[in-house]
């Protein structure tokens, strides 16, 4: 669905890039993680595979469509979700939806039906600026999926929602992915990617350093550790121990046949934490 070989984008075409020599494949109906700090790239990537900025530099397939030829029809089968909500703020929630929808050459999805799936139905007839940041967000998100697209651009699609919205949010991306539904998401939170994506990328300083499955990091990068709880003399100890280091695998050996164990728990190292030790750099 999304193919990008040796794409490099300069603002200023002064020679200093946004992004360099970037490439990979995303396949229908996979959900692709692209993950990095702020600047380094990922919505500069994500615009021009949705046609928002010129490709410069290198060739990107989307959908069928190569870049260096945008055609109208392409824009049918893409839609975006943006970090920033930027809904038309004198229009209700619905005339909203019912502007962005006369855009598409395609049968569009009813905007009341998207409301109430965003838990904002109640609010369809007020204007949007009396929305609140949460829910402009549930608007701009809604509006992405307003004419059935098969490739889905989201930016940080749960940023500024309270857990139980970010919750039923994940659950929408789930549910149309299920249907078939290609998802680029780009996302400094290594917890939605690791929830949701089948591959990810780590992008620093417009250069992509890794691409794969989080399953396939966390057994490549990621130490498996114990944390265990004991009684030792009436008191309550606890060690952090790796299943990986000799003498730590001999302690807990200790541990179990010495003391009597409160609580015991394996843990494994976080997307964050590969994220750092792969590319040195904090997600800020």
């Not at 021009?48 to 824009?75: C, R, T």
């Not at 975006?80 to 619905?94: D, I, L, P, R």
């Not at 990068?221 to 004991?230: S, T």
Request: one cysteine or more; a negative charge.
């Amino acid at each position: 669905m999304i193919k990008v070989q040796n794409l490099s984008h300069s603002y200023k075409k002064d020679g200093k890039y946004a992004i360099k020599d970037v490439n990979f494949e995303i396949g229908e109906g996979e959900i692709f993680g692209f993950l990095g700090p702020s600047g380094a790239g990922k919505s500069t990537t994500q615009n021009i595979l949705a046609g928002l900025l010129q490709l410069q530099e290198g060739d990107v397939e989307v959908a069928g469509y190569d870049l260096k030829h945008i055609k109208n029809e392409m824009y049918n089968k893409i839609g975006m979700s943006f970090e920033q909500s930027n809904v038309y703020s004198k229009m209700t929630g619905k005339e909203n939806l019912e502007f962005y929808g006369k855009l598409f050459d395609v049968e569009t999805r009813d905007p009341q039906e998207l409301l109430d799936l965003m838990g904002i139905g109640d609010k369809a007839d007020i204007k949007a600026e009396e929305y609140s940041k949460g829910m402009k967000h549930r608007l701009t998100f809604a509006r992405s999926m307003i004419n059935n697209p098969t490739i889905w651009f989201l930016d940080e699609p749960t940023t500024g929602l309270d857990p139980a919205i970010a919750s039923e949010i994940k659950d929408i991306i789930r549910a149309r992915n299920k249907e078939g539904v290609t998802i680029f998401l780009t996302t400094h939170n290594m917890h939605i990617a690791d929830e949701l994506c089948d591959r990810v990328g780590f992008i620093v300083d417009g250069e992509v350093r890794l691409i794969d499955s989080p399953k396939n990091l966390k057994l490549q990068y990621g130490e498996k550790f114990v944390d265990v709880e004991y009684i030792n003399e009436d008191e309550v100890v606890k060690e952090t121990l790796s299943f990986i280091i000799k003498e730590d695998i001999e302690r807990l050996q200790e541990i179990l046949g010495k003391y009597e164990i409160q609580t015991m728990h394996t843990k494994e190292a976080t997307l964050e934490e590969i994220f750092i030790k792969v590319t040195g750099r904090e997600l800020v």
